[in-house]
């Protein structure tokens, strides 16, 4: 059950919201419902040879809601999905939706340490699993050593409890959800340490699907290519799945990530219209976006960029190859959206900056001591949105630390707004480097090095050093058959006019970048490796 949380919105917030049209008292289903009635044998959801109709999607909604009722699921009470992309999470996501459960994913790739911590901490009562070959067994670990559960069921096993059960009737309930309700949950990623747990309301969850929606003018025409993994956080599922579906739009899933070019295909074979990835997707992807040519995008009009910064050079051939529009979205899986860019924006705008401030967000820069900076100086923002989440479930003190006591949410990230109302973020406020007094930014050197040739992807962490204190250390993958030195480096930041301190003063060469679950880079484990680097070269 959801436990106590802060409160963050005050009653005279939640007011003005809902003036603002920003909260539209209305639960998931509800909107989803809707776009049901209305696109009855459109296609709602598609993933390989499987497809569901809205209509066909809308009757198992209403049968596997009614198979919760059945066995015990009430309002408030939290039901674990951990499956990798399929149909079922959006199935099971809007049947505990229409009876004011609680949905919590879990990442696939979670094994027993986050299963076990997140179903105590959040006291889930239910979980839907699916298993994996590549993954391992998992339901042996729910069953033993998840106190709280009282019920599991087993795609492919004991799922058809659910989906073969009769459809639950939409009689008024006291029992059934509200708006204000907590209906759903993302985890963090955890890069530094376990997943925490941050819960939404439908009000919440719908202004930030309708802030997107207004930014990409998404209708009932588009196509949505779900890339990302819909297991955690806003990118993979929020953004890149339920928008169309609650628009009478079409949503095709990637059923796993691995091959950039599977992704291309999907994207070029259902015609789509749209996509939601995180950077290092993006990235990837390129050199088969090239190779499909521009004609094979010509339905492809907006790539959002979700999770964490795009480089502009990475932006500007995006466009270039597929004669589409970027589209950034700015914030954090416990904080909320306070900005996003537009598709249209001026295109300068849109490929280096997070775009504007949303309506009915309150955004503040502050400096290290936590008071407000003038517009243009760079500082950590904060933000407080009628899409932030309530704080983090069942842990007051972590959540007191996010968020101030106004129910500022304090970001850890440093950014800084320009005279025309954009905003750019510059890096983490825990990630900037302190060498011999000197502030180094890792964003800066890596937003510079991912223009050279010879680059893929870069990530700049700290290395301890015994008399400045930290210097820069720049970890690089190659594009393939590429060669590359710390000479190059310095010889290509010359040529961009950056002051010395800023130049990396060593190379790392990777066959890949350490990631957090969500695929944020794990900087506190490039450290590490580093570390361990420095000091069998020590002891050689």
Known sequence: MIGEMLPLTSPEEAQNYRKAGLWR??????????????????VAIKLNDQQLSYGELHEKILRVAGGFRRAGIRRGQIVAVQAPNCIEQPLVHLALNTIGAVYMPLHHAFQETEIVHLMARSQAVGAVLVES??????????????????????????????????????????????????????????????????????????????????????????????LAPTGTGATGYVFGVLPALLEGGTTILLDKW???????????????????????QINVMLPAIEAAGESAFSRFRCFTNAGAPLSQAVAERVEELMRCRVQSVYGATDGGVPCMVSI?????????????????????????????IEQGEVGEICWKSPDKSFGYLNDMDASAIAFDEAGF???????????????????????????????????????????????????????????????????????????????DAVDFLKTKKIVKWQWPERIELMNELPRSVGGKIAKNQLTQYVVARLSQEEGA
């Not at 691995?258 to 290092?280: M, Q, S, W």
């Not at 991912?450 to 204190?469: F, K, N, S, Y």
């Open 409 to 487: 949410y304090r970001s850890g990230d440093l950014a800084r707004m320009d005279m025309d109302g954009y905003i750019s973020t510059v890096g983490r406020v825990k990630d900037m480097i302190l060498r011999g007094g000197q502030n180094v930014s890792p964003r800066l050197i890596e937003d510079l090095l991912v223009t050279h040739p010879a680059v893929q992807e870069i990530a700049v962490a700290a290395m301890p050093d015994p008399r400045l204190g930290e210097r820069a250390c720049a970890f690089v993958v190659l594009k393939p058959g590429e060669k590359f030195s710390l000479q």
């Open 344 to 372: 249209d924006h001026p295109a300068e705008k849109r490929k280096s900056t997070v775009g504007k401030i949303l309506p009915g967000r309150k955004v503040e820069f502050r400096n290290a001591l936590g008071r407000p």
């Open 25 to 42: 008292d209305e639960i998931l289903y509800s909107r989803f419902r809707q776009a049901a009635q209305a696109h009855v044998n459109k």
């Open 258 to 280: 691995g091959d950039p070019a599977a992704a291309v295909r999907l994207i070029v074979e259902n015609k789509c219209t749209f996509a939601t990835a995180i950077p290092t």
């Open 133 to 226: 070959k590549e993954e391992g067994p998992k339901a042996d670990i729910y069953r033993e050593k998840c106190n709280s559960l009282q019920k599991l069921w087993i795609v492919d096993e004991n799922f058809s409890e659910l989906e073969d059960a009769p459809p639950l009737e939409l009689a008024p309930s006291l029992d059934g959800p509200g708006p204000d309700d907590i209906g759903h949950i993302m985890l963090s990623s955890g890069t530094t340490a376990m997943p925490k747990i941050s819960v939404f309301t439908n009000n919440n969850l719908v202004s930030m699907m309708d802030a997107y929606t207004d930014m990409i003018h998404l209708s009932s025409a588009d196509i949505s290519a779900g």
